[in-house]
Nanobody, 115 residues
Framework: QVQLVESGGGLVQAGGSLRLSCAAS????????MGWYRQAPGKQRELVAT???????KYADSVKGRFTISRDNAKNTVYLQMNSLKPEDTAVYYC?????????WGQGTQVTVSS
């Protein structure tokens, strides 16, 4: 059974930092891309950052310079280091894994940034 276990979310003051982790297990297909998406109340889910199997990264304009995505191939884990957090970063963050066969999603972890 495939599992994407997310951790690291929580409540933080504006300007603070959080580090999200997503550990994937049970995936037998080749992983092409791992990434993070977020969904704020009343809004559509949006791309935050992605990282490919060759470590090519992409970021949403709103988080460039503040967030950093990385991966640990040995642990099959993707991370999202979030610095200089703003209230508008408040959302449920979802881990996404794209394989050769299908996509997998984490259950989401809440990130709340107080003003």
């Amino acid at each position: 059974q495939v599992q994407l276990v997310e951790s690291g979310g929580g409540l933080v003051q504006a300007g603070g930092s959080l580090r999200l982790s997503c550990a994937a297990s049970g995936i037998i297909f080749s992983i092409h891309v791992m990434g993070w998406y977020r969904q704020a109340p009343g809004k559509q889910r949006e791309l935050v950052a992605t990282i490919t199997s060759s470590d090519s990264t992409k970021y949403a304009d709103s988080v460039k310079g503040r967030f950093t995505i990385s991966r640990d191939n040995a642990k099959n884990t993707v991370y999202l280091q979030m610095n200089s957090l703003k209230p508008e970063d408040t959302a449920v963050y979802y881990c996404n894994v794209v394989t050769t066969v299908k996509d997998y999603w984490g259950q989401g972890t809440q990130v709340t940034v107080s003003s």
